[in-house]
């Protein structure tokens, strides 16, 4: 359902929109994981990495549970359990997690957010704009061969709101506010069955359409995140091979030569039909038969004078 987000922000940018109040109520922005593993991408697609906020505690033993941390992870959940070498052979899309069987798959546990832009111009200073934040769970695979683990998260969906509904049947599940944030994050002081209550369709959210340009996992620009109109039609343009297919069809093609018959020279002799004939009102027949009988009507019409006899 969920195959697109964004989050182009700069690093410090992004740690400034994440801040929070811990427990004794003191201002604070959250850690970062590996920030040198964060790119910033108008166009974040399954398999990339994206920043996720947890709970500290999940990291560090001992730690308030209430604190966070920012840690760029995969997208699409790999399960603990998963054994083969090869992440990208898991046979199941972990994309996204439905909401009602949540409890019923052991893939899934561990609760995160995954946070993304909003639509709005974020290349001004940050100003107490939010972020979306997007409910989400995690896990960390460990390869059976051993290397690096892998941090990887899917988001959680709900069904659609009624403004979205005639778009998707399924919607991410937001959580709307501060408090839903911490509330979901703090795993040490908020048993599964009260965070999961947070867990419902929202209608606090604006949306609009955007090009065909965001389906290509490659694009990387503004132009992604830009609202079109579906209104009005694009006018289309003809490429280049189209162009040049629109020209040759403009012109006269030359008829081709036939390379068996040889062409006839041009010949500088008087045509009789030119030189030799006068118009005739009748229609001209084609053919040798037809010059010969105009001739034969010239004669009888117009005689030719005798010429003087001589002795």
């Known amino acids: 359902m969920c195959g697109r987000t964004s989050c182009h922000l700069p ?3 992004l740690t400034r929109a994440c801040a929070y109040q811990d427990r004794q109520g003191q201002q604070r922005v959250p850690e970062w994981r590996d920030p040198d ?4 991408s108008y166009n974040k697609s399954p398999q990339s990495n994206s920043p996720v906020l947890l709970s500290r505690l999940h990291l560090v033993k001992d730690a308030d549970s209430s604190e966070r941390i920012i840690a760029p992870m995969r997208w699409g959940l790999v399960p603990s359990w998963f054994k083969e ?5 898991l046979q199941f899309n972990t994309t996204n997690c439905r909401s009602d069987t949540i409890m019923e798959k052991r893939s899934f546990k561990s609760g995160s957010i995954g946070v993304a832009d909003s639509p709005e111009n974020w290349e001004k200073v940050w100003d107490n704009w939010r972020l979306l934040t997007m409910a989400g769970i995690f896990d960390c695979w460990e390869p059976p061969e051993g290397g690096d683990v892998l941090y990887s998260y899917t988001i959680i969906t709900v069904d659609s709101c009624k403004g979205l509904s005639d778009i998707h049947p399924r919607m991410p599940a937001i959580l709307d ?22 867990i ?17 996992s490659r694009n990387n620009s503004p132009e992604c995140l830009a609202p079109v109109n579906l209104v009005v039609k694009k006018e289309l343009k003809a490429s280049g091979s189209s162009q040049r297919m629109l020209q040759w069809l403009a012109t006269k093609s030359p008829k081709k030569e036939d390379s068996k018959t040889p062409q006839k020279e041009e ?10 004939l006068q118009k005739s009102s009748l229609p001209t027949k084609r053919g040798t038969a037809g010059l010969l009988e105009q001739w034969l009507k010239r004669e009888k019409e117009e005689p030719v004078a005798k010429r003087p006899y001589s002795q």
């Open 267 to 276: 010949s500088h002799v008087p045509q009789w039909s030119s030189q030799f």
């Open 85 to 89: 070498s090869d992440p990208s052979k």
């Open 37 to 40: 593993k964060y790119c910033p």
């Open 177 to 198: 506010g501060e408090e839903a944030v911490s509330k979901w994050l703090d795993f040490g002081e908020v048993s599964t069955q009260e965070a999961l209550k947070l």
């Open 11 to 13: 690093i410090d940018v």
């Open 200 to 216: 419902h369709p929202t209608e606090n959210v604006t949306f609009h359409p955007v090009s065909s340009v965001v389906n290509n």
